[in-house]
């Protein structure tokens, strides 16, 4: 069977005794390990991509001649094309990095290798596939990936059982997809009307198109509706009405017109067959619009569909689009679980059937992007069973454009991990299951008609790639725009004529394919890659529960409760017993642990929480700390992203929208809303990464901690006048744009005495030429320069926001120049950290110092831990032998060897611990490998004593 071949099923992973290995061959790396992989590969790719377009007609005369290759004009447009690509390729050195283990923030991550290149590859050939005829191979891709996803979901693909043959199709996102299935939904609901106005007008003679006989037969033909007081029963056409017809069986209604036809006995007369199939079109709300199809069948109520009140935004667009307006759509209230509430949904779905109201569709959300939760499809698909019954029948759609590829994880048989539960297995990540209820939704997701599903998401491929399936593919037909230009016929295995979209890469579906067949849909492929991630979610789930320390002044809490069996200090001992900075085999050995992480957290890897300080009921003040933290774990334009190290995705809840469930989070976090009417702000934090050690998730808890701790100071310093101490050196700086500034560093002068000054703060900063010359002149005369800010300020707001201040200068003794102060610009701030107030804290084993700085200045600053503790910073000689300028650049912590880590005292008084020249220091150099260094110090800037609290 070739590649792409449209008989090709949803492909199974290979398996191996360690699978979690297997995937270290699926993906680029975060730190591009498979660099060389990706080059050899991409290079017989692109060798064999040339070698085709010489080998086409070869006798064809070359265009690009040596003679052109080597004329000043071609030299000189080569030049140019590299400059300005390597331009740009340093530009995008501030694009977010998915790629990082400190990225959890949105549903983006490193896409796999074979996806990438496999996009990469089609898109030498840039195929279109909106035609056929200019993607004769992609198109066939299309198909497949179509079929793979309409199996791997569940659809039945055998045209020779008595069930609807699934199709599927690619599109450029979700959005698309979700509007797609209500178009289709929408057009489907009013067709059997078209149908009986087709042949009712044919039977009045007002067309040639059948005879009167042929008509009347056809509106003989018999369908299944609802009868009141007795059921379904079958029905002619001629003897229905509107709300009988809109209420029909998908499927029926999908082959009425065929049946219509046989029973008219045209089957085998194609001119009139056709000529009749353009009258019931004609007839059909897709020609005449909502309003005037409305008008014309005299339905006076305007049809409606509902979705989950947190619906993602392409619901209500979707009804704007098709001229429903989106009032039509009718938000259903969630549970505490924040899942689609059954009985809000019957609730209204039963006034709908009491009023006559059409019901377009129902909406299942299948991994819902900020709560992370899954809707009961089987539920809501047993609710319609019940109210067809009753005479009311809709289309049942799901969004699982985040969860979708999650159906992989119950796909096959299950991957032994007992050759992986060896302690001393590097990058051992075990697969943790879904739950038994997620497990049951996604075993019955195929009871849906459309299932909305994204390779660009949890499917880790390349945008844009979207998708959309069907259950009964014949609904594809009710939105056909058929055109000469892209349509050959009926055996022309065209994609383009479905669908909103025209044009649209060959490129997308070719990376999907490669993706799935290399990967594979089940258990053992990308069932695997989501179960390593969903190990990590519910780890990131214990490390919200327990993030903040008994005597800190925050609380933080996941979104959805603890497991049924466990209170919180229960869970909370758990976790700081068995699985903080625990190697995950140590977790995965630890039966009491693993059963936890399996029965606790989210739905499909996304951990929604929120921080509060301890005390405070104000849900607006809640919200302004969410925010506060977002934009400091954010990546900006204009932002470096060497000074974000964690990045997390701050999102809001609607307070009627959530109902319920947002009442009891704001109880739990012990925030007021008597009425809950304030909206809530909250931080969002996606699992995508497979290789997320359980040591680095608790690493970034730290990380995350301080972050916390800086930004509720933030909120409640006051203004005051801060005072730094320059480290170093004015120096001239050119830029390669010719731009001049003169830069010099400063440290902050941390106090003990009140809040606003217990920060530890290292900055780069410049100023104007003459400002230059003046502090030099100062320099010259005064052993200590001390910069004091000319008026009260908020400190974070001096390094983050305002970033261009006055000061004015001082020796340190008081004595403040009050004439010729100095306009201050922030170029940097390697370091800015709030002391750490926890009575938990302790020194450390052996001294630390921070060393930062650039190609001509290195300093080493104390790092202040625990009080009583020092402010000392020294400049360094040189850089120290292995100190990468990159690594100097962003600062690194450094041990120094056989100094210990608290104060050390002499006569009573605290005194620096760096009695010597020279120092053995040891750090974590790049691929947190441990470097071993010496020091040397040329001059010892400041020492001061910080008392304790």
Known sequence: MTLGSAQDTAPAGDVYCQQWKALGAWFLGPRGENHDVFLETFSELLQRHVNLRNNYFPSDPSYITDEVRKSDSFQQEVKDMQKRLL????????????????????????????????????????????????????????QAVGQQLCQMLGFNLEANKNVPVGWGHVTCGGSIANIEALWASRNVKFLSLAIKN???????????????????????????????????????????????????????????????????????????????????????????????????????????????????????????????????????????????????????????????????????????????????????????????????????????????????????????????????????????????????????????????????????????????????????????????EVFHGEDDPTMGVYGIEGSKPGAAPAGILMSHNTIGLDKAGYGRILGQCTTTTKLFYCLWLTVARDDDPFICLPLQHLPEGYTLEEAKTLIKDKMAYK?????????????????????????????????????????????????????????????????????????VKHGAGLADFKKRLGLVDSDNKIDMNVMVNTCMNPWQSNESIFLIGDLFRNIVLNCIACLEDTKIKHRFVVVSDVEKEVSDEGDVKHSFFIEYLTSSN???????????????????????????????????????????????????????????????????????????????????????????????????????????????????????TVMLAEKPHSLTPELLDLGVMVSINDVEGGPIEQDGKMISPLQRDSYDVSFKGELFSTIKTTVNIEDKLYFNKISKL
């Open 87 to 142: 331009e740009a390729s340093e530009e995008m050195g501030g694009c977010v990095p998915f790629f990082s283990p400190r990225y959890q923030a949105h549903m983006c991550w490193d896409n796999t290798m074979p996806s990438v290149l496999g996009y990469m590859s089609a898109m030498l050939f840039n195929q279109n596939n909106v035609d056929s005829a200019a993607s004769p191979v992609t198109t066939v891709y299309e």
């Open 754 to 872: 009140q809040k606003e000054t217990r920060y530890q703060v290292s900055a780069k900063v410049s100023l104007p030429g003459e400002h230059a010359k003046h502090l030099n002149k100062f320099k010259r005369h005064h052993e200590r320069v001390v910069l004091e800010t000319a008026s009260p300020e908020h400190l974070h707001d001096l390094m983050h926001s305002v970033k261009c201040f006055d000061v004015l200068l001082s020796d340190g003794n008081e004595n403040f120049k009050q004439s010729n102060d100095l306009t201050l610009t922030v170029v940097d701030v390697p370091r800015y950290q709030r002391l750490d107030e926890s009575q938990e804290v302790v020194y450390p084993k052996l001294a630390r110092y921070f060393v930062y700085g650039d190609a001509n200045r290195v300093i080493m600053s104390h790092v202040i831990t625990k009080l009583p503790d020092f402010q000392e």
């Open 198 to 484: 087709a042949l009712l007008k044919e039977s009045l003679s007002q067309s040639d198109v059948l005879t009167v006989e042929q008509a009347n037969k056809g509106l003989e033909t018999t369908v299944k509706v609802y009868v009141k007081e007795k059921g379904i029963e079958d029905v002619a056409l001629k003897n229905t009405d509107s709300w009988q017809l809109l209420n029909m069986d998908i499927d029926e209604i999908c082959e009425l017109t065929d049946k219509v036809i046989d029973n008219m006995g045209l089957s085998d007369n194609k001119p009139v067959v056709s000529s009749f199939k353009t009258l019931i079109e004609t007839e059909s709300v897709v020609n005449l619009g909502l309003f005037k199809f409305m008008k014309r069948n005299n339905l006076e109520q305007s049809p409606v569909y509902t979705c989950p009140a947190n619906n993602h935004y392409s619901w209500p667009k979707g009804g704007t689009i098709l001229g429903m307006g989106s009032d039509a759509l009718i938000p259903i209230s969630l549970d505490v679980n924040f899942r689609q509430s059954l009985t809000d949904l019957k609730k209204k779905l039963e006034q709908c059937l009491a009023d006559q109201i059409p019901v377009i569709s129902v909406t299942a959300v299948i991994g819902s992007t900020e709560e992370s939760a899954v809707d009961p499809i089987r539920e809501m698909y047993n609710l319609r069973e019940d109210l067809k019954k009753k005479g009311l029948n809709f289309a049942l759609l799901a969004d699982a454009a985040w969860g979708g590829y999650f159906k992989t994880m119950i796909i096959g048989d299950d991957v032994s991990e007992k050759k992986s539960r060896n302690k001393k297995e590097q990058g051992f990540v075990p697969h943790c299951p879904l739950t038994p209820y997620v497990e049951d939704q996604y075993a019955h997701i195929q009871l849906a008609d459309t299932i909305t599903i994204d390779p660009h998401k949890s499917g880790f491929c390349p945008y844009p790639g979207g998708a959309l399936c069907y259950r009964n593919g014949k609904m594809r037909y009710n939105i056909a725009v058929i055109h000469p």
């Open 583 to 655: 190697s995950m085999s140590e977790v995965y050995k630890c039966t009491e642990a693993f059963e936890f992480l399996k029965k606790c957290g989210p739905d499909t890897m996304i951990n929604t929480f929120a921080v509060n300080i301890k005390g405070n009921k104000d849900v607006e003040k809640s919200n302004k700390l969410q925010i506060k933290m977002s934009d400091v774990m954010n990546i900006y334009v204009g932002s470096a992203a060497k000074r974000v190290p964690l990045i997390l995705m701050q999102s809001g809840f609607d307070a």
